[in-house]
Structures are given as structure tokens and as C-alpha cells.
């Protein structure tokens, strides 16, 4: 099941330095979500279109996003 922009957003803390969702995309089917994220102090300079697996809870969501921003795959610099 899709989850939500604060359910994923909550996992990924929040605190001013923590990464950000800045917006939720349209999902392409029904596997996958896309976010907008910022990196904030974890992950300087770095803001980008990340894909997540729908189905996964918000903390795995939250997990692969993180892993995006440490430059591994699903992801573009946007």
C-alpha cells in the first residue's frame, strides 16, 4: 500500500538538518511512489527525484531514500 508523505517524512526525522520531502509525484502504476527530496545537512548540496517501492512500509520508503541520496540507484539530480 501507498504511504504517505508524512508517514515516510516522520521516518526520515524531523529536525530542521534532517533529509525533506518537498513534494509527492503522481505514482507511475501501482509499484511505485516518487518523491522530491533535499538532502538538508545529512546529505549536502543534494536535492533529486527518488522511486520507491509502493508497497514497502514508510520506514523501508525512508531507507530507500536515504540510500538514494548516498548516490546508490532509483534516483536523478534534479
Known amino acids: 500500500m501507498a504511504q504517505t508523505a508524512a508517514a515516510v517524512?516522520?521516518?526520515l526525522g524531523t529536525k530542521p538538518t534532517d533529509p525533506t520531502i518537498v513534494a509527492e509525484?503522481?505514482?507511475?502504476?501501482?509499484?511505485?511512489?516518487?518523491w522530491v527530496v533535499r538532502g538538508g545537512v545529512a546529505y549536502?548540496?543534494?536535492s533529486m527525484m527518488v522511486d520507491t517501492t509502493a508497497a514497502n512500509s514508510a520506514a523501508n520508503q525512508a531507507t530507500e531514500i536515504t540510500t538514494a541520496l548516498t548516490g546508490a540507484a532509483n534516483s536523478d539530480p534534479y
Open 25 to 34: 509525484l503522481a505514482p507511475y502504476g501501482s509499484t511505485k511512489q516518487y
Open 9 to 11: 517524512q516522520a521516518q
Open 44 to 46: 549536502p548540496g543534494k
